[in-house]
């Protein structure tokens, strides 16, 4: 069974830094994909924030753009996000999974981010 374990949230001010981890246990799954960053704020729906393929070829959402750095470890199964100049906006529970939905596993748990004015 294929587990995507998040890890790296916490309390961090504005302006502060977080490095987030999301480990695959399966090779197979993380080496397919294009894997996302995916982040869910009370009450709203869960949004898409960055995707690196394979190869390291990465997109953001625009509110992210220049602030968040996704990255991956092909060898250890393994996605980073790099977050810096943190928002309250930001506050989030944030996930992993590929970017296609099709080929989504169920959700981890997630790791929440809370960023205080």
């Known amino acids: 069974q294929v587990q995507l374990v998040e890890s790296g949230g916490g309390l961090v001010q504005a302006g502060g830094s977080l490095r987030l981890s999301c480990a695959a246990s399966?090779?197979?799954?993380?080496?397919?994909?294009?894997m996302g960053w995916y982040r869910q704020a009370p009450g709203k729906q869960r949004e898409l924030v960055a995707t690196i393929t394979r190869a390291g070829s990465t997109n953001y959402a625009d509110s992210v753009k220049g602030r968040f750095t996704i990255s991956r470890d092909n060898a250890k199964n393994t996605v980073y996000l790099q977050m810096n100049s943190l928002k309250p906006e930001d506050t989030a529970v944030y996930y992993c999974?590929?970017?296609?939905?099709?080929?989504?596993?169920?959700w981890g748990q997630g790791t929440q981010v809370f960023v205080s004015s």
């Open positions: 399966v090779t197979f799954f993380f080496n397919i994909n294009t």
């Open positions: 999974n590929a970017e296609a939905m099709l080929a989504r596993i169920p």
